[in-house]
């Protein structure tokens, strides 16, 4: 996709139980000139979840109709649900002068890597996988054998997490966001 502006995409993703939606709920409040994109998926509307402002709720049909008509910068599948990116949507944010932040899994965060290179993509990690099956069990909504298959998950993303730009450890929700506020910082100033 072509870069129009100097404005930056930025990828932030990370393993389910790890408090990424916090950390980047974090960061947004101290942030509010950053746009936090939508995303298109199939998967129903959780309790309280409004469509065009969690995500743009969309039925299989359209979501692959949009695939065939190449409108997605990335889309991939996750637990058995669709998820996108439309190109449309990041291009206009980044002409009309806003820093975007995509909260998407891996395999859509490299596929944004290849598209446009000047991404930033950033790794929210668990301190261990030890803390993060602590966390998991902790929560008391999963059974074994989902834990088990997260935990597999979870190893699978760090793996791709390797060819991220940055990781960050999210030991300390505060550290966390200073963390990030410090990566996406830095990065600012090179633009
Ligand atoms: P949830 O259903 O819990 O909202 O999201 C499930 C996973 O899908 C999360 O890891 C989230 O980051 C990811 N996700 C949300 N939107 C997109 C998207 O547009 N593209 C991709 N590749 N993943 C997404």
Redesign the pocket.
């Known amino acids: 996709m072509e870069k129009k502006s100097n404005k930056k995409l930025y990828v932030i993703?990370g393993s389910?139980g790890v408090g990424k939606g916090t950390v980047l709920k974090g960061f947004m409040a101290k942030h509010p000139d950053f746009m936090l994109s939508i995303?298109?998926?199939t998967?129903k509307p959780r309790e309280g979840e409004i469509d065009g402002v969690n995500y743009f709720f969309v039925n299989k049909e359209d979501f692959m109709k949009s695939v065939e008509e190449d409108k997605f910068l990335?889309?991939?599948e996750?637990?058995g649900?669709c998820?996108?990116?439309k190109k449309k949507f990041i291009q206009q944010c980044l002409n009309d002068g806003m820093n975007v932040i995509?909260?998407?899994?891996t395999?859509?965060a490299l596929q944004v890597k290849k598209k446009m290179p000047e991404a930033v993509l950033i790794f929210i990690a668990p301190p261990s996988l030890e803390a993060l099956e602590q966390r998991l069990r902790g929560r008391h909504t999963e059974d074994e054998e989902t834990i088990q298959r997260r935990l597999h998950e979870v190893k699978k993303e760090l793996e791709c997490a390797k060819k991220y730009d940055y990781r960050v450890i999210n030991d300390d929700l505060e550290n966390a966001i200073s963390e990030l506020e410090k990566i996406i910082a830095g990065e600012q100033e090179k633009c």
């Open positions: 993703s389910s995303s298109c998926t998967r990335e889309w991939a996750f637990a649900n998820y996108g990116t995509l909260e998407i899994e395999n859509g």
